[in-house]
């Protein structure tokens, strides 16, 4: 299992200033060797982002995961995790599952439904895998889940891979 979250200690040296994409590569399946394109200062998964979510995300055969407790400062209405928060979670789990198959692709639709609040100190999951790619279209999904695996939040992404000049 590859934990995405720790290449970020390959990106410790990163300072404010310098290009804030850095080429990391990483392990995938444990023999495939990859480069991938990672922001230090990524508000979803940036550990050097103080403001940052700082999610650590494994990945498997089919998915990716992380565990997530939202904290007070990302409220909307008191005691209610706000809804743009999630769907920033949702789609870091639909981008970490592109990533993991080695592809560089930018979010350019994502549907969520929210389906039951999200409280400040609450232990979750979110997960994310690719559902199918054609061309240069990538077809996600998402999902957040309490400690009893309740489904909190979905959601649904397209992902377009840039055309290289």
Partial sequence: ??????????LRKWKPGAPAMTAAAHA????IRRAVLLNPACIACGDENPCGLHLHFSTGQEMTSAAWTPAEPWQGFRGVIHGGIVATVLDEAMSKAVVAHGWEAL???LKVRLRAKVVPGEKLRVSGKVVSRQ???????????????????????KFLVPRHK
């Fill in 1 to 10: 299992m590859l934990r995405l979250g720790a290449t970020h200690a390959l």
């Fill in 135 to 157: 061309g240069r279209q990538i077809l996600t999904e998402a999902a957040l889940l309490d400690s009893l695996g309740a489904e909190r939040a979905h959601a649904w992404g």
């Fill in 107 to 109: 979010t350019v639709e």
């Fill in 28 to 31: 995938i399946s444990g023999e």
